[in-house]
């Protein structure tokens, strides 16, 4: 069980203190994170809610210490996908509302409604076992529904939707308070197939009037369409400060890097190779740094040989095959380096950057892929102006 330390009155020391004798962390930059609340809610402007998306441990960020930052941020409500996520929150001390967008079953009804969880229904069978665990408790539920106007993932269908609707507002101790879909494009190059979505929404919304919050956008469709916020606007990766793909920049700030210390420097002859497979060979003699990061961590595989690291403010390249819990990198221009060096996996070092958008381009995949990855094994430290808050895990 990783150790939870929660938000202090007093830090608990320098992030320089706390990671002298660390081979690896995460640091977030809650900072960062206040700045991004105020930049999305400016950016939205007044009478629609932010809706903080904190799924999969917040992205990698630990939801236990950024839900409550958030909710300090001034977040109305909060998204999850499991139920088991949401009663988390509840448990780390979160109190605004809490919604599951994803599958619930109806025995997920009697704890989801004793922690005031508000659960997408999707069927019958769950909207009675809400109505009965609301009624045994003497409170009214809140549900939300959710309608697959085309990304043909979760939901119900276009034609269904309204009968549902209908048939759990008859149910007692159940408010439907929620109308919701997802965009399938909504950073995509072209995204108009999100208008025909929006139609879609729009016509089932007129239909049940009655149904007071709806909510369509994730952080892309937030950013590029101002006509689709409606109530609230479920926000992941912009709330970490990523600007999604064919977007309006918008001056956020990222809150995560992955940083590690060099754990040996070594000189590598020409003819010989490195790492596993010896699949990299020096032309002249080289200097390689041992990075105590690897798969085993969520570090990508796949940019072995291909990704970079940053050490004193200068990029080097990733050598070699990248293991479970380590990799290689090519060192020779720094001749300086030794053991205990600050490596930048991921973030900023000096004036140069390696964002998640630079380094999932690189593993092949997408920033939500690269931060969903990060490990427990990952000590992630939290700071205010360099002044660590909190520490959860070795
Ligand atoms: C994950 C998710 C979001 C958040 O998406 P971002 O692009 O990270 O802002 C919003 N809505 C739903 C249904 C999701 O699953």
Redesign the pocket.
């Known amino acids: 069980m990783p150790t939870a330390t929660s938000t202090p009155a007093k830090p608990l020391g320098s992030l320089r203190d706390l990671t002298t004798s660390r081979n690896a962390w995460i640091e977030i930059d809650l900072d960062a994170l206040d700045h991004n609340v105020a930049t999305m809610r400016s950016l939205v402007g007044p009478g629609i809610e932010l809706i903080a998306?904190v799924?999969a441990n917040a992205y990698g960020a630990g939801a236990e210490v950024l839900a409550p930052a958030l909710e300090a941020a001034g977040v109305e409500r909060f998204a999850v996908?499991w139920p088991a996520e949401a009663l988390n929150l509840r448990a780390a001390g979160v109190t605004r509302p809490i919604l599951v967008?994803g599958h619930a079953f109806p025995a997920d009804a009697p704890a989801a409604i004793a922690a005031n969880i508000t659960l997408t229904c999707h069927s019958l069978a769950l909207g009675h076992a809400i109505s009965e665990a609301a009624l045994a408790r003497g409170t009214t539920a809140t549900v939300h529904i959710k309608v697959d106007t085309g990304l043909h993932r979760f939901g119900v269908n276009l034609d269904q939707a309204v009968a549902l609707a209908q048939a759990l507002r008859s149910m007692p101790g159940l408010d439907v308070e929620g109308l919701t879909t997802?965009m399938a494009n909504a950073d995509e190059p072209d995204d108009s197939f999100s208008e025909l979505q929006d139609q879609r929404f729009a016509h089932i919304a007129e239909l049940l009037p009655w149904i007071r919050y709806r909510h369509t956008a994730?952080?892309?469709t937030a950013l590029r369409r101002d006509e689709f916020r409606y109530d609230g606007v479920?926000?992941?990766?912009?709330l970490h400060g990523i600007q999604?793909a064919n977007t309006p920049p918008a001056g956020l700030r990222p809150i995560l890097s992955v940083r590690a210390r060099v754990a040996r420097v070594s000189d590598v002859p020409p003819g010989e190779g490195v790492s596993y497979g010896l699949r990299w060979h020096p032309r002249d003699p080289a200097r390689v740094a041992l990075v105590p990061v690897g798969y085993g961590d969520g570090w990508r595989r796949s940019l072995g040989n291909e990704g970079h690291v940053l050490i004193a403010g200068r990029r080097c390249p990733m050598v070699g095959t990248l293991c479970m819990d380590q990799f290689i990198a090519d060192v020779t221009a720094l001749p300086s380096v030794s053991e205990g060096d600050e490596i930048t996996l991921l973030g900023r070092q000096g004036d140069d950057e390696l964002s998640a958008t630079e380094v999932a381009a690189v593993a092949g995949t997408i920033p939500?892929d690269i931060f969903a990855s990060l490990q427990a094994r990952l000590p992630r430290i939290y700071h205010r102006h360099h002044e660590v808050t909190a520490v959860i895990g070795p």
């Open positions: 998306v799924k996908v967008l997802h994730n952080s892309a479920r926000l992941g990766l912009a999604p939500w």
